[in-house]
């Protein structure tokens, strides 16, 4: 089985040789070179971070003192999570924790780095505990409808005549999970902008079906409270486009629940939930990241007891392959770094690159080295997005996302 013969082996080079603040450091400045969404604020955000972090010994102490919690916590981050993590506390502080309640404009003026010193320098007065509370606390939570839109198409491809017993972890509000139900009960498409210069063969494969019989969520904190529904919608938009917040709630709210059981535990407790080989799919979309190399082991060993033989691990992240290992990247502003990748029997517990995304927003995708390995027929892979996602307008997104 895939969980003794073959484990993931994971690449993490920077992990391994840099210490905990040459890591951080790397990951702003590559976050300031190549800001994620193209967001020209973020890149200004971690400027102003980076540049508060030489002068004022309270980033640094902090830093140190959310760390050191964490790993008491037993919930240490990667730095590269603990940068972008920084970030989405100080967002959701402006939008949640201030006296006008979501304040979509709080970024219009936010146009120089100087601002946004002004901006760290008045939480880290006026609002320590709770951005130290939060840092050590909170993970990033972004898990996007669209990032599941290549999950499905997979699906579709893999197990046509199939009804799927799938796991989802760290599902943030199950909406990629609500969505890819929706899509499987013909009462929705995901709307995905496809690229058109798009060439390669895939296969006669959009009319297949997709049967699911449940995809249970698994998160650190499932409560759909109001707390948590703020900390996703903060986490989920840049700078730039938070004033599309108020469209996400209210897509989250009309998302449907059947066949979508969320359950609130960690990755080590999943043994007490579920018995071995009990599920044909497991996903990790945007998950891995987060966790250290050692983390991430352990969490693939613990969860490749609960799938079946035949059953296959959909990995999705902004992530290489380098062999047969898998390395995570911090260059999140490098167009088509975010990647769907497969192991399991299938793949005799090799790493398949399938897909290759724009970016983690899955606006436009295109073929990944190993597709080819999965096709049997000759089919332009547009043609089969265009049935599958139904794209009606060039270049514009019809369902709009964060």
């Excluded at 300031?32 to 540049?51: C, G, T, V, W, Y």
């Excluded at 496809?194 to 409560?223: A, M, R, T």
């Excluded at 998302?255 to 407790?269: C, E, G, V, W």
């Excluded at 799938?307 to 290992?325: E, N, Y």
Aim: proline share 3%.
């Amino acid at each position: 089985m895939l969980r003794v013969q073959h484990p993931i082996v994971f690449d993490d080079e920077q992990e391994e040789i840099f210490s905990n603040d040459e890591s951080f450091i790397s990951a702003c400045e590559k976050r300031i070179q190549k800001p994620p969404n193209n967001d020209s604020r973020m890149a200004l955000f971690f400027s102003a971070l980076l540049e508060l972090k030489k002068k004022d010994s309270r980033i640094h102490d902090l830093l140190s003192l959310v760390r050191l919690r964490r790993g008491e916590l037993n919930d240490s981050v990667t730095e590269s999570h603990l940068c972008i993590l920084f970030m989405r506390v100080v967002q959701y502080i402006k939008l949640y924790k201030e006296e006008v309640y979501e304040n979509v404009n709080y970024a219009d003026m936010l146009l120089t780095k100087d601002a946004w010193r002004d901006v760290i320098e008045d939480i880290l007065a006026n609002k320590y505990s709770l951005l130290f509370k939060l840092l050590t606390e909170r993970k990033v939570s972004t898990n996007i409808p669209d990032r599941y839109a290549g999950i499905a198409l997979i699906l579709k491809i893999l197990c046509p005549n199939k009804e799927l017993n799938i796991l989802d972890l760290g599902c943030s509000f199950h909406q990629g999970g609500k969505k890819m139900i929706q899509v499987s009960e013909g009462k929705d498409i995901f709307h995905t902008i496809i690229k058109p210069s798009l060439k390669k063969i895939i296969g006669n494969n959009h009319n297949k079906p997709l049967l699911i019989k449940q995809i249970v969520g698994i998160d650190k904190s499932s409560s759909q409270s109001k707390d948590e529904l703020e900390w996703l919608l903060a986490c989920s938009h840049y700078p730039g486009n938070v004033h599309q917040i108020r469209q996400t709630r209210a897509r989250i709210e009309i998302l449907p629940n059947a066949k979508t059981p969320i359950i609130n535990t960690t990755f080590q407790r999943l043994a007490e939930y579920f018995k071995e080989n009990e599920f044909d799919i497991i996903v990790f979309s945007s998950v891995l990241y987060q966790l250290t190399k050692a983390q991430r082991i352990r969490t693939i060993n613990l969860v490749s007891k609960l799938l079946k033989d035949d059953g296959i691990i959909f990995i999705q992240d902004t992530a290489h392959k380098k062999g047969d290992a898998l390395g995570f990247d911090d260059d999140v502003g490098i167009p088509f770094s975010y990647r769907l990748f497969i192991t399991g029997k299938l793949t005799n517990g090799s790493l398949w690159e399938l897909l290759q995304f724009d970016s983690n927003r899955c606006a436009m995708v295109k073929e990944g080295k190993d597709l080819s390995k999965i096709l049997s027929q000759k089919k332009s892979i547009a043609d089969i997005l265009s049935h599958m996602f139904k794209d009606k307008i060039a270049n514009k997104f019809r369902f709009s996302n964060p």
